[in-house]
């Protein structure tokens, strides 16, 4: 597979899940395990353009695919994507365990619709779980990624 534009390879039994390779064999934590039932949605990443839960695909499903996860969100020079700067400006991360998952869910929203309104980023966000609380600054997030106001998110 291609991880994050690199091409790489591994032996794994077949019951090894893509959350787990991309953990344990790439050493590429920043994709977190919160359920390990695709509830949280923490495990987020990108399998050939398409936003999957890592938890629910085997590693050995992504034979050949183009993979993207939180690692490779950024810019070529390292610095924070817009969205993930978003994140940063507007407080939409607390704890920052489901911030990877958020980043990954909001990123393919904002490729869907890049210009959604908060009920669309509300809606496509309820597969991903924040124990903190931090919907609304996610959301502000979101918001100000797609390069709209923020003033006027309300609370939910």
Not at 28 to 48: E, F, R
Not at 73 to 85: F, H, V
Request: proline share 3%; net charge negative; with cysteine.
């Amino acid at each position: 597979m291609i991880v994050n534009g690199t091409p790489v390879s591994g032996d794994v039994e077949g019951r090894t899940l893509l959350v787990d390779f991309l953990r344990d064999d790439l050493h590429l934590t920043g994709t977190h395990v919160g359920c390990d039932t695709s509830q949280c949605g923490a495990c987020t990443v990108h399998v050939n353009g398409l936003s999957v839960k890592a938890c629910t695909i085997f590693a050995i499903e992504a034979d050949g695919a183009a993979v993207l996860t939180i690692e490779g969100m950024a810019k070529d020079d390292g610095t924070l994507s817009a969205l993930q700067q978003a994140f940063q400006d507007h407080h939409g991360l607390q704890c920052g365990f489901c911030t990877p998952g958020m980043v990954m869910s909001a990123a393919m929203l904002l490729k869907e619709n890049p210009k959604p309104t908060q009920a669309d980023v509300r809606t496509y966000l309820e597969g991903n779980l924040c124990r903190c609380t931090g919907y609304h600054n996610i959301v502000k997030a979101v918001m100000a990624a797609s390069g709209q106001d923020v003033g006027a998110v309300a609370a939910a």
